[in-house]
């Protein structure tokens, strides 16, 4: 088995990715000088590029948190937080609703708006949904150390509406679950109505 080294200069790995596309096209019997398809490969590289483009990162996301929150104690859910992302197995998309629940300790909760770019940040990679799920969950359980955490995710995938099976309607469910979610506790109950 030979292995290929690629370059590391981003405008040499660019048009390498470009070259492939075109030869994806011409393996499929087109033709990839045909002016409808001529400008594809720039576009899909241009597309693959701009879906796997992660904003922010957990540590600053999740870095800030208000101590000063009434009722700071009561568990607070989130969705459904919708998501794009990329199967890392066929590079073809799957889109879903993430929701998040956590029970804060101490207090300290996180703004509204960090735990869907939390969600867009592992989402927005090359990505399966199992461990998506897994990750959002310990990045909040890591980073904010609540006394629970739980994440639903519902999904699509192209990879197998569109080919092998070709199921468009089958969708995936995966959760994740930390602390006092991990067994049968109210708070988990409360999360499991929430989201169905």
């Known amino acids: 088995m030979t292995t290929t ?3 590391t200069d981003t405008d040499q790995l660019r048009q390498i990715a470009t070259d492939g596309v ?3 096209i011409a393996l499929t019997g087109d033709d990839p000088t045909r002016p409808g398809v001529r400008e594809t490969p720039r576009r899909v590289v241009d597309a693959l590029l701009d ?3 992660q904003p922010g990162d957990p540590e600053t996301l999740l870095g800030k948190v208000f101590n000063d929150v009434e009722h ?14 990329v199967c890392e197995h066929h590079l073809l998309p799957f889109t879903g609703v ?3 629940s956590y029970m ?8 509204l708006s960090k735990l869907p770019r939390l ?3 592992y989402a927005r990679r090359l990505q399966v949904q199992e461990r998506l799920t897994e990750q959002i969950a310990e990045a909040i359980d890591s980073h904010l150390q609540p006394h629970g955490v739980a994440v639903k995710i519902t999904a699509s995938h192209a990879c197998m509406a569109v080919r092998g099976v070709r199921k468009p309607e089958a969708q995936m469910t995966t959760y994740a679950f930390r602390g006092i979610h ?3 506790s109210p708070e988990r109950g409360e999360f499991l109505m929430a989201v169905h």
């Open 22 to 24: 075109r030869a994806m």
């Open 51 to 53: 879906m796997t483009d």
């Open 182 to 184: 991990t067994h049968d």
């Open 5 to 7: 080294i690629l370059p």
């Open 119 to 121: 969600v867009d940040h």
């Open 98 to 100: 993430a929701w998040i």
């Open 72 to 85: 700071a104690s009561e568990q607070i859910t989130v969705g459904p937080i919708h998501f794009d992302s």
């Open 104 to 111: 804060p300790a101490g207090g300290s909760v996180v703004g």
